[in-house]
C-alpha cells in the first residue's frame, strides 16, 4: 500500500475525531440509540446494578429515537470537530479546553447522573483536554512526602470507580481522588438519587456509595501503576538507569492518586472497621494516599463513626492494616517500601464538642491528615426554598464553602497546622481555593463546580490561584496556609 499523502492531523483535531467517535460509542453503550436493548453494556458492565441504559428521567428510557440532549450533543461535537480541522499543529492546551468550555453546556442537557455517566465514559476513552502548559511554580505544594504540582484536586465521588482519573490527571488537576470504593459491589440508592440546584450553584445527591467493589478498582489501579505512572513513593525509591531508556512509568512524576474508601451498607457498625482495613490490604498498594471516608450522609449509621465509640479503634485497625502492608513490601523480593499516608475525610455537621473529638482522636491515632469536609445534610434558607431543597441527601456546592471553611479553620486551630489538612466543600474558582489555603489549608479539592463548568475551570482556578498569591505578596502556596489565623490575617 502506498503511504498516506494526507498532513498529519493536530492534536486538537485527533482528540475532536477520538471525541466524536467516543461519543458515538457511549450513547450506544449507554443505551441512547434505538434498537439497543438495555443489556448492551459498555465500561460500566461489570457494576452489579448497572443498568446505564435507564436515566432518572422517563423519556430518557424510551427507545425510540436518541432523545434530544443526545443529538443536540453528537451536533455540538461535530461541529467542534469540524473547527478543529482547521487548526495547525501548533495549536495549544488553550484551545483544547476552549472546545470543552463550548461543549460543556450540552451536558447538563442530560439529567445529572447521565451526564455523569457519559462523562465517565468519554474520559475513560481519553477524551479530554490535555493540558502541556507548567504550573506556576509558586503553586506547588509538598505534603507526606509527595509532590503537587498544584494544590487543586477533584474529590471522590466523580471517578467512583477508577475509569477517568488518568485522563483528569492529564487535564492538569495537581491530584485526583477516587471512589468511595466498598469492598463488594453494590447499587447504592434507588433513582433518582441526585438533583441540580443551578441557580445556587448546588448539588443534592444520595448516590449511597455505590460502587463496583474493590476488585475492579484495584485492577484498573495496578494496570496504571504496572504500564503508565508508578507511585510517587516506587519514583523516588528507584534510581535513575544508565544507559537503557527508563521505562515509561518512571519516565516523570505522576500527579499523587488517592484512593478513597466506604463500607457497604450491610456491614453491621461493629464491624465497619474490617471493610476499612480491607480497603488498605486491596488498594493501598496502588494509592499515593488513602482516605477513611466515614461522613457520607447517604449510608446509615457512617457518621456515626465519627463518635468516641468506634473512631479511635477504627483509625487503629486502618493504620495497622497500612503499615502491615508496608512491612510486607519491604520484605518482598522485587517491590519497595510503599506506605501511603491515611487521611480522614470529616462532615460539616459536627458540633464544636464533635470536632474537638474527631481531631483528639486523629491526633492520638497518628492520622497523617484530614479532609474538611464532606457533603451537608443542612439545608440553608435559600435552599430550603428551592423546587429540589427538600430532596433527601448531601447538599454540595456554593452554599457549602462558608460552613465548610469554618469547620477547616477550626481544625487548623486545633491541630495547630501541624497536621496537613485539604479543603474540600463549595470551591468554584482560585480566589475559593486561596480562601480554604488562608484558613489553614495545604491542599484544596472541588467537585460540584467541576460537574457543572467543565475542564475549562481547571486552568482557570490556578490562573487565579496565582493572581491571589501574588496579589498578596506570597511567593509559594505554604506561605499562606493558615494565614487568615495570624496577626493581620498574613
Known amino acids: 500500500r502506498a503511504p498516506s499523502t494526507a498532513p498529519p492531523m493536530s492534536p486538537t483535531a485527533a482528540l475532536a475525531r477520538r471525541g466524536a467517535r467516543a461519543l458515538a460509542a457511549s450513547v450506544t453503550r449507554l443505551g441512547f440509540a434505538p434498537g439497543h436493548a438495555s443489556s448492551r453494556r459498555g465500561l460500566a458492565s461489570t457494576r452489579p446494578d448497572a443498568d446505564l441504559a435507564r436515566s432518572s428521567s422517563p423519556s430518557s428510557s424510551s427507545h425510540s429515537g436518541p432523545p434530544r440532549f443526545a443529538a443536540l450533543l ?21 484551545a483544547q479546553f476552549k472546545l470543552f468550555e463550548y461543549l460543556a453546556p450540552a451536558m447538563r442537557l442530560m439529567d445529572p447522573e447521565t451526564a455523569h455517566n457519559v462523562g465517565i465514559e468519554l474520559l475513560a476513552r481519553g477524551v479530554a483536554p490535555v493540558e502541556t502548559r507548567r504550573d506556576p511554580p ?148 496502588t494509592a499515593d494516599y488513602i482516605v477513611v471516608n466515614i461522613s457520607s450522609p447517604n449510608t446509615p449509621g457512617l457518621r456515626a463513626l465519627q463518635g468516641k465509640a468506634h473512631l479511635k479503634g477504627l483509625l487503629r485497625r486502618v493504620l495497622a492494616a497500612r503499615d502491615e502492608s508496608a512491612k510486607r513490601s519491604r520484605t518482598t523480593p522485587g517491590t519497595h517500601a510503599h506506605k501511603p499516608p491515611v487521611l480522614l475525610k470529616i462532615a460539616p455537621d459536627l458540633t464544636d464538642s464533635d470536632i474537638n473529638d474527631v481531631v483528639a482522636a486523629a491526633s492520638s491515632c497518628g492520622v497523617d491528615g484530614i479532609i ?49 489538612l485539604v479543603g474540600c466543600g463549595g470551591v468554584a474558582s482560585g ?27 481547571v486552568p482557570a482556578m490556578k490562573a487565579e490561584l496565582a493572581a491571589c498569591l501574588r496579589e498578596d505578596g506570597y511567593e509559594s502556596v505554604a506561605g499562606a496556609i493558615g494565614a487568615a489565623h495570624r496577626k493581620g490575617g498574613r
Do not use: C
Open 431 to 457: 480566589r475559593d481555593a486561596y480562601e480554604k489555603i488562608r484558613a489553614g489549608a495545604s491542599l484544596v479539592q472541588m467537585y460540584t463546580a467541576f460537574a457543572y463548568e467543565g475542564p475549562a475551570l
Open 74 to 94: 453528537g451536533t455540538a461535537a461535530a461541529s467542534a470537530g469540524a473547527y478543529a480541522f482547521l487548526l495547525d499543529d501548533e495549536q495549544s492546551s488553550a
Open 372 to 420: 474538611v469536609s464532606n457533603t451537608t445534610i443542612a439545608r440553608p434558607d435559600d435552599v430550603a426554598a428551592h423546587a429540589r431543597g427538600a430532596e433527601a441527601g448531601g447538599l454540595s456546592g456554593k452554599p457549602l464553602m462558608d460552613p465548610s471553611t469554618k469547620v477547616l479553620a477550626r481544625v487548623y486551630e486545633l491541630t495547630k497546622g501541624k497536621i496537613p
Open 138 to 285: 509558586e503553586l506547588a505544594v509538598d505534603a507526606w512526602g509527595l509532590r503537587f504540582a498544584n494544590p487543586i484536586g477533584l474529590a471522590a465521588g466523580f471517578d467512583k470507580d477508577a475509569k477517568a482519573f488518568p485522563a483528569l490527571e492529564a487535564m492538569g488537576f495537581g491530584f485526583v481522588e477516587i471512589g468511595s470504593v466498598t469492598p463488594k459491589p453494590q447499587p447504592g440508592n434507588p433513582k433518582p438519587r441526585v438533583f441540580r440546584l443551578r441557580e445556587l450553584g448546588a448539588v443534592i445527591n444520595r448516590y449511597g456509595f455505590n460502587s463496583e467493589g474493590h476488585e475492579p478498582a484495584r485492577t484498573r489501579l495496578e494496570a496504571y501503576r504496572a504500564n503508565t505512572r508508578a507511585t510517587q513513593s516506587e519514583f523516588d525509591a528507584t534510581p535513575s538507569p544508565e544507559g537503557a531508556g527508563v521505562p515509561p512509568r518512571l519516565a516523570e512524576r505522576g500527579a499523587p492518586v488517592g484512593v478513597n474508601l466506604g463500607k457497604n451498607k450491610l456491614t453491621p457498625e461493629a464491624a465497619a472497621a474490617d471493610d476499612y482495613a480491607l480497603g488498605v490490604r486491596a488498594m493501598g498498594h
